[in-house]
């Protein structure tokens, strides 16, 4: 037997809407830098009212349901709470199952954690209602802004979203799994009645907060351990392509060679109008190795140059002004994979296109202001899909491919800098801002 409907909304408004807002605004806190769906702001709104209605028809009646049923009903109420907000995130947000399932299970554990420990206060010492309300939902403000500042807004651990590893699933599945005992064991207590039982209402309670805690614990420790294997698949596949290019630039070099070795034979066997044929050829390799670029910092003209004759020899237009003296903060490694990064990105996407007039790069390295401003555009076809703000790799082979973004953010932010990603109309456009060391 349900409550009536102004019981419903009464109960509603006093014991369920701060906490349906708290693991709404929570599991949106964990995503919130993931792209979003179209509409996702009335996709959010209809969802939050799908799960207020939801909350208000398995609110138990705790005038005439027996302690068994009110256990029933609530066990309705609290699991499908937690499974209708994970649908919601896979609603208004571009995100797997595993990393909604993990934006719940956080938003969750802080709620309910804030909730049991308060509840001990609650039980312990006599509040008023609506004080009770208000000094709750200030908890519940400050343990998300705290997850937020350690977790989210926080450079170093804002890549969370790593579950495609088998133990990864395993440890958020166990985490679920903490928080569904947390909940049983939150409603256990229907079967005691609360005058004499404050002793087991203060076990569980605590046990409850230590189980929220641990899983918190956890999630903080999966931020740090993705975050170190991202930075290794990022130096795996800067190794990978190190050696590419090494192979690439030994293939020119021994081209070059064997071109010199002819031309050598060539002369001695056509004579002198032979000679003048292979000086018009000499002359054609100097045009190419004319075309280096001079900026001032050495690491910056060899992976310019190399990138400038990977142009040249596809046919692209590539248009670089590039004042390298204010790189002199960064390191000739870090400049190198930085500037390859963007370079390869940018050829890669150009390549594909058959309109010539569209195949151009082009590329600025300036100081403005006391930083160092790095921008590159280039035409594409096709879409572009981004996700955790990055550029998602169209190649199959994504085992050393789709880390040259991550490895040009990596660098950005290892410098405290800032980047930023737009493609639209056609055009890629990326920006870096760098501050310049005093």
């Not at 349901?65 to 609603?91: C, D, H, P, Q």
């Amino acid at each position: 037997m349900l409550a009536s409907l102004p019981g419903l909304l009464l109960t509603y408004f006093q014991d369920d809407f701060h906490i349906l807002l708290s693991i709404m605004a929570g599991s949106f806190l964990v995503i919130s830098q993931m792209e979003k769906r179209s509409l996702w702001g009335l996709r959010l709104s209809l969802s939050f009212c799908i799960i207020s209605i939801w909350m208000s028809v398995f609110t138990p009646d705790f005038v005439f349901m027996t302690s068994r049923e009110i256990m029933i009903s609530a066990l309705w109420k609290y699991i499908g709470v937690f499974v209708l907000n994970i649908l919601a995130v896979l609603f208004y947000a571009r995100v797997d199952f595993f990393t909604a399932m993990f934006a719940g299970t956080v938003a969750y554990s802080i709620q309910h954690l804030c909730e049991r420990c308060w509840e001990y206060l609650r039980y312990n010492f006599s509040l008023p209602l609506l004080l009770d309300r208000l000094l709750l939902s200030l908890v519940l403000i400050l343990a998300l802004t705290l997850y937020g500042y350690l977790a989210v807004w926080n450079k170093k651990y804002k890549r969370f979203n790593q579950f495609d590893r088998l133990d990864s699933r395993l440890l958020l599945l166990i985490a679920v799994a903490v928080v569904g005992v947390s909940i049983v064991l939150d409603l256990v207590r229907y079967e005691f009645p609360i005058a004499d039982s404050l002793g087991m209402l203060n076990l569980t309670n605590l046990y409850s907060a230590i189980c929220s805690f641990l899983v918190l614990l956890v999630s903080m420790c999966h931020l740090r351990e993705s975050d170190a294997r991202i930075r290794a698949d990022i130096a795996d596949q800067l190794l990978h392509s190190e050696q590419a290019r090494f192979e690439q630039d030994k293939a020119i070099h021994d081209a070059i060679n064997i071109k010199c070795h002819d031309i050598r034979h060539q002369i001695d066997a056509l004579g002198e109008k032979g000679y003048r044929k292979e000086l018009r050829e000499i002359g054609q390799l100097v045009n190419i190795y004319d075309t280096s670029i001079r900026s001032e910092n050495t690491a910056l003209d060899v992976v310019l140059s190399n990138k400038s004759l990977a142009c040249l020899q596809k046919n692209i237009t590539f248009s670089c002004i590039a004042d390298g003296r204010h790189l002199s903060f960064l390191q000739d490694e870090d400049v190198y994979a930085l500037f390859g990064n963007i370079m390869d990105n940018a050829i890669d996407a150009v390549s594909r296109i058959a309109d010539p007039e569209r195949r151009l790069i082009s590329l600025s390295v300036r100081n403005r202001a006391g930083c160092l401003i790095i921008e590159e555009e280039n035409f594409f076809e096709g879409e572009i899909r981004f996700d955790d703000g990055l550029p998602v790799t169209s190649k199959e082979d994504r085992a050393y491919h789709g880390f040259g973004m991550q490895s040009i953010r990596m660098l950005t932010e290892r410098y405290e800098g800032d980047i930023q990603l737009e493609s639209d109309g056609g055009i890629f456009k990326l920006s870096i801002m760098l501050p310049i060391p005093s």
